[in-house]
């Protein structure tokens, strides 16, 4: 099956800064979203992005399917951006399934 | 975006007991659902797929007789972990899409299982 890998795993950001998020896959995909994972584990939609480049306040987001990576850029992190981000992707192979990438935990500090 | 409702979201049950999760689209129609499982620090595992008054397809080793997935209607699909054991203890979680598979995916809230 498609292999969906996220990097870095771990990131620890001071309030105010700026990080990259990037998400490659193994295979040719029809749909890719990234989400946010709260404490409470609630899924937050944030981006559906199967290509092209997308923004929405602080958050965009810019999918290259043709090279099989997408990147989500976070600006000015506040501490509510805490919690664990993951892409997910949505193939068609023996069957259609939305298979989740490893994920990143990011922790934003004082 | 569209809602879709999961519950309940916790659920603490004893060993060789059976557990309904519902999850219910609010606003849309789903024609397939999928179930997730998702352990402490871990990414989700994709569980199996339901489709409206079909069987549902699972993924390889997950147990087909210990997990019951029904999706009788657009707007209802229910998980059903029978005769559940401490292993059993996890986060399930139900997404949904509409009649395209190429569109956006959404999320119930979870239910955390927890079999003592």
């Not at chain 1, 090279?67 to 068609?92: K, P």
């Not at chain 2, 659902?33 to 994709?46: H, N």
Request: aromatic share 10%.
């Amino acid at each position: 099956g498609i292999q969906v890998e996220q990097s870095p795993p771990d990131l620890i950001l001071q309030e105010g800064a700026n990080s990259t998020l990037r998400c490659n896959f193994s295979d040719s995909v029809n749909n890719l979203q990234w989400f946010h994972q709260n404490p409470w584990g609630q899924l937050i939609n944030l981006f559906y992005i199967p290509s092209g480049t997308k923004q929405n306040g602080r958050l965009s987001a810019t999918t290259v399917a043709t090279e099989r990576y997408s990147l989500l850029y976070i600006s000015s992190s506040q501490t509510t951006d805490s919690g664990v981000y993951f892409c997910a992707v949505l193939y068609t192979g023996t069957a259609s399934k939305l298979t989740f990438g490893t994920g990143t935990r990011l922790q934003v500090t004082l | 975006g569209a809602v879709v409702s999961q519950h309940p979201s916790r659920v603490i049950c004893k060993s060789g007991t059976s557990v309904k999760i519902e999850c219910r689209s609010l606003d849309f129609q789903a024609t397939t659902m999928f179930w997730y499982r998702q352990f402490p620090k871990q990414s989700l595992m994709l569980m199996a797929t339901s489709n409206e008054g079909s069987k549902a397809t699972y993924e390889q080793g997950v147990e087909k007789d210990k997990f019951l997935i029904n999706h009788a209607s657009l707007t209802l699909s229910t998980l059903t972990v029978t005769s559940a054991h401490p292993e059993d203890s996890s986060f399930y979680i139900c997404s949904a899409v509409t009649g395209s598979l190429n569109t956006e995916a959404f999320f119930g809230q979870g239910t955390r299982l927890t079999v003592v």
